[in-house]
């Protein structure tokens, strides 16, 4: 009996069991049409889509193909385009190369500029040195000035010697021993009371006149004086220089003559040398003229060569200046000397403190100067290419710059006198000096060998004064 039992038990929960799984398997199927169902009209409407996409395909397959001609063209642009860069960069890359070359030469231009500006500096600063006597000319003369018309005769002044000389009054009868004096005493307005001069005295033109008709006696050469004819002409006042007239200075000095030296180895010394014969001889007015033209024609000589040494960074020009055969030549004590700086020039010899002396050959060969010059000394060693001649010949000599570039220059006539004559006119010689060293920065094209008064009319310079 309670086998049937759990056996019918079984059976029933068989049976329930078989009843929930039919149920389950019905709302499973009901489910899955469903679902099927509304997939169908999912996969309806994604059906008409893309009909909708294969219509619109279908229209736009032109312009598509049209982009596609489009990048194919840009393609080939681009292949072009980097065909283009690759030459550009091969074109950089030589340009680099060469700029890489130009800056090397920049940087050696750079290091040559340097060192034109080191010349020119070094330039500014002898021509500084050489002209502060005579650029503070001008602050002495005002000083002198405004005590000058207070001074009465007798004067007591301090002359080239140290000695203390009076002028009891002025001066009526003048003696000069000098040229360079004689150009002074006229210049400044006491010709008229010149009685006597040296033989070489022949500026200004009217002095030979007054020799030759008696009114001016001749009293010896420059270093060749007769006392005689000296006191023969009862002078007030004699003038003389330096050097080889002292000792007639002393002797004439001795007798109660009145000597007055006056100093002549810088340029300073001939402006101090006009103010001073215009002082004494009562002329001071027309003697501050003179130096002011004087100091204008050095000033607008030197700031011209300067303006064009520092355009063109050129190199000042080392000078040999040979004033007597053979080898006489200048030092830093010779006015000569100013003149070759004051326009621009070096000397090659400035370091020596002798004004004249002989040189050595070999001391010109190694100092190599750009330019030689030379007097003409009246004709006496010959024509002017005798002179140039006897210069080039010379054993070793024809390695010289200057005598290789043919700058081989001789003083002639007027233009020797105001070279070696330290007078009023030694500014001209500044003027005439600048330009056979530096000619272009005169427009000057050709530079002649021999430099007369002809040269100097072509020029433009004058040959006096006033």
């Known amino acids: 009996m309670p086998e049937k039992t759990v056996i019918w038990g079984v059976a029933i929960i068989a049976l329930i069991l078989s009843f929930i799984a039919l149920g389950f398997m019905y709302w499973q199927n009901q489910t899955l049409k469903a679902l099927i169902a509304k997939q169908g009209e999912e996969l309806s409407k994604l059906?008409?889509?893309?009909?909708?996409?294969?219509?619109?395909?279908?229209?736009?397959?032109?312009?598509?193909?049209?982009?596609?001609?489009?990048?194919?063209?840009?393609?080939?642009?681009?292949?072009?385009?980097?065909?283009?860069?690759?030459?550009?960069?091969?074109?950089?890359?030589?340009?680099?190369?060469?700029?890489?070359?130009?800056?090397?030469?920049?940087?050696?231009?750079?290091?040559?500029?340097?060192?034109?500006?080191?010349?020119?500096?070094?330039?500014?600063?002898?021509?500084?040195?050489?002209?502060?006597?005579?650029?503070?000319?001008?602050?002495?003369?005002?000083?002198?000035?405004?005590?000058?018309?207070?001074?009465?005769?007798?004067?007591?002044?301090?002359?080239?010697?140290?000695?203390?000389?009076?002028?009891?009054?002025?001066?009526?009868?003048?003696?000069?021993?000098?040229?360079?004096?004689?150009?002074?005493?006229?210049?400044?307005?006491?010709?008229?009371?010149?009685?006597?001069?040296?033989?070489?005295?022949?500026?200004?033109?009217?002095?030979?006149?007054?020799?030759?008709?008696?009114?001016?006696?001749?009293?010896?050469?420059?270093?060749?004086?007769?006392?005689?004819a000296i006191l023969m002409l009862k002078p007030d006042i004699v003038f003389m220089t330096t050097g080889v007239q002292e000792r007639y200075a002393k002797e004439l000095a001795g007798m109660g003559i009145t000597v007055f030296v006056l100093p002549t180895k810088s340029m300073a010394d001939v402006f101090s040398d006009v103010l001073t014969v215009g002082l004494i001889t009562g002329h001071f007015n027309k003697a501050?003229?003179?130096?002011?033209?004087?100091?204008?024609?050095?000033?607008?000589?030197?700031?011209?060569?300067?303006?064009?040494?520092?355009?063109?960074?050129?190199?000042?020009?080392?000078?040999?200046?040979?004033?007597?055969?053979?080898?006489?030549?200048?030092?830093?004590?010779?006015?000569?000397?100013?003149?070759?700086?004051?326009?621009?020039?070096?000397?090659i010899f400035e370091n020596e403190t002798t004004p004249y002396f002989v040189a050595s050959p070999e001391a010109v060969i190694a100092a190599n100067p750009d330019v030689i010059l030379m007097n003409y000394n009246y004709g006496y060693f010959g024509s002017v290419n005798d002179l140039i001649k006897r210069v080039t010949s010379r054993e070793g000599w024809a390695n010289i710059t200057a005598i290789k570039d043919g700058r081989i220059y001789v003083f002639s006539g007027v233009a020797e006198d105001i070279m070696v004559r330290p007078g009023p006119r030694a500014a001209l010689a500044v003027a005439l000096m600048a330009r056979v060293l530096y000619p272009q920065a005169f427009g000057i094209s050709v530079v002649p060998h021999n430099i007369n008064e002809t040269v100097m009319q072509e020029w433009g310079i004058p040959t006096s004064l006033g």
């Open 288 to 347: 501050l003229k003179v130096v002011e033209e004087m100091r204008n024609i050095i000033t607008s000589t030197r700031l011209k060569v300067e303006e064009y040494l520092n355009k063109t960074g050129g190199k000042p020009v080392k000078v040999y200046y040979e004033i007597y055969p053979d080898y006489w030549t200048v030092g830093r004590t010779s006015f000569i000397n100013d003149i070759i700086t004051l326009a621009g020039g070096v000397n």
């Open 47 to 228: 059906t008409q889509k893309l009909g909708s996409i294969e219509e619109g395909l279908a229209s736009n397959s032109g312009k598509i193909e049209d982009i596609r001609h489009e990048v194919s063209s840009m393609a080939r642009e681009v292949s072009s385009v980097k065909s283009s860069v690759s030459n550009m960069v091969g074109s950089l890359q030589s340009v680099q190369s060469g700029l890489s070359g130009v800056q090397g030469n920049v940087k050696e231009l750079s290091n040559t500029i340097r060192n034109v500006v080191t010349e020119v500096k070094s330039l500014a600063e002898r021509l500084a040195s050489v002209t502060s006597n005579v650029t503070s000319i001008q602050e002495q003369i005002k000083a002198v000035r405004e005590q000058v018309e207070s001074i009465r005769y007798p004067l007591t002044l301090t002359d080239a010697l140290g000695r203390q000389v009076t002028i009891p009054y002025k001066p009526q009868r003048i003696v000069s021993t000098a040229p360079s004096i004689t150009e002074i005493l006229f210049l400044v307005g006491a010709g008229k009371n010149v009685v006597g001069v040296d033989k070489f005295s022949n500026y200004p033109p009217i002095v030979k006149e007054l020799v030759k008709n008696g009114s001016i006696k001749v009293v010896g050469g420059f270093s060749t004086l007769s006392i005689e």
